[in-house]
């Protein structure tokens, strides 16, 4: 039996359109577009593709966006000061530093010198602070987007044993911190589930894998999660993209997909809608700034 497809390009058309109204809607009550920065440091092909493919989602949704590129030589200082002009400029409700950063500049000092109340990542330390003790300010884009991915696809989260492989800042962390926290009026993106996180000092990982109903993969590993981790049924979702020779290869080995009884696909799945909610966020950043 084949899984069932957890497809995140047919779900993220659905909630772009649903986000490309609400942005309608609120030019026709004479409200400023939401305004999405992008800022590019560098050349690495794989960013120059994320940040073509943002550029273009926020177009089709009526968002008002603008990519700043800026040479792989850029100094920590050059940064900073147009990070600070975006902060003070009122057609922009949200700035997204692409990370990586070349090595002479401290991704952290980057981080915490957007805005909070423009940082549509969710990777400050305040917002970070506000996720984690359940009084969000924004959901972080890929975290967001798997919990989307898994609930409007009918598969409920409370009570469930779901295993995180990955321990990382922008996914593995703030997805266990999702899963597990408690849903309630003003933090509805949570899952209530027993939530266990596993990484490369896990010992018996296949054991631990198994126990999942719901196995989330982000580990940066191609082909890590193996058919002997996955319990029948169970549903996976594959947090990977890693750029093999220019090909998109998931964390998940191919052969998962006759025991699984879901799984997304890479390309196709979590990619898709991760800038889908960077839409998302933009939007409500507008909100929140502008009412
Ligand atoms: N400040 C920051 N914020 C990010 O959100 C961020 C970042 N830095 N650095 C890099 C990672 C990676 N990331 C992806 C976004 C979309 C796809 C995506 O749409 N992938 C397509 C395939 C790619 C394609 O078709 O071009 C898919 O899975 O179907 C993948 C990866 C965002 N990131």
Redesign the pocket.
């Known amino acids: 039996m084949a899984a069932q497809r957890l497809d ?2 047919a779900l993220a058309a659905t909630m772009r359109s649903e986000i490309a109204a609400r942005v309608a809607e609120r030019a026709r009550a004479g409200k400023r577009a939401p305004g999405l920065a992008a800022v590019l440091v560098g050349e690495d092909p ?2 120059q ?2 940040v ?3 550029h273009k989602a926020c177009q089709d949704a009526g968002l008002a966006t603008t990519v700043h590129r800026l040479s792989a030589s850029t100094t920590q200082a050059e940064l900073l000061e147009l990070v600070g002009r975006l902060n003070a400029d009122p057609a922009v409700h949200g700035i ?5 950063l070349p090595k002479q500049i401290d991704d952290g000092a980057i981080i915490r010198a957007v805005s909070p109340n423009k940082d549509v ?1 969710c ?1 400050h330390p305040e917002n970070v602070g506000l996720l984690m003790t359940g009084y969000p300010r924004f959901y972080p ?2 975290p967001h987007g798997v919990l989307q991915l898994l609930t409007r696809n009918g598969i409920a989260l409370a009570g469930k044993e779901i295993v995180v492989l990955g321990r990382s800042n ?1 996914v593995g962390k703030p997805v266990a911190v999702m899963l597990m926290q408690k849903a309630t009026a003003t933090n509805p993106a949570a899952g209530d589930a027993t939530v266990t996180v596993a990484h490369t000092r896990t010992k018996n990982l296949a054991d631990v894998c198994r126990r999942a109903d719901v196995l989330i993969a982000a580990a940066g590993v191609p082909g890590v999660i193996t058919p002997d981790m996955v319990k029948p049924g169970a549903a996976v979702v594959d947090v990977g ?1 890693n750029n093999v020779d220019g090909r ?1 290869l998931g964390d998940v080995h191919k052969d998962v997909e006759s025991v699984a009884g879901w799984l997304s ?8 809608m ?2 889908t909610m ?1 839409l998302y966020n933009t939007l409500d950043a507008a909100k929140q700034i502008d009412g």
């Open positions: 995140g390009k794989a960013s593709q994320y073509k493919n943002k997204l530093v692409q990370l990586p990542d990777f884009c890929t922008i993209t998109w696909p890479v390309p196709g799945g979590v990619g898709p991760t800038i960077l």
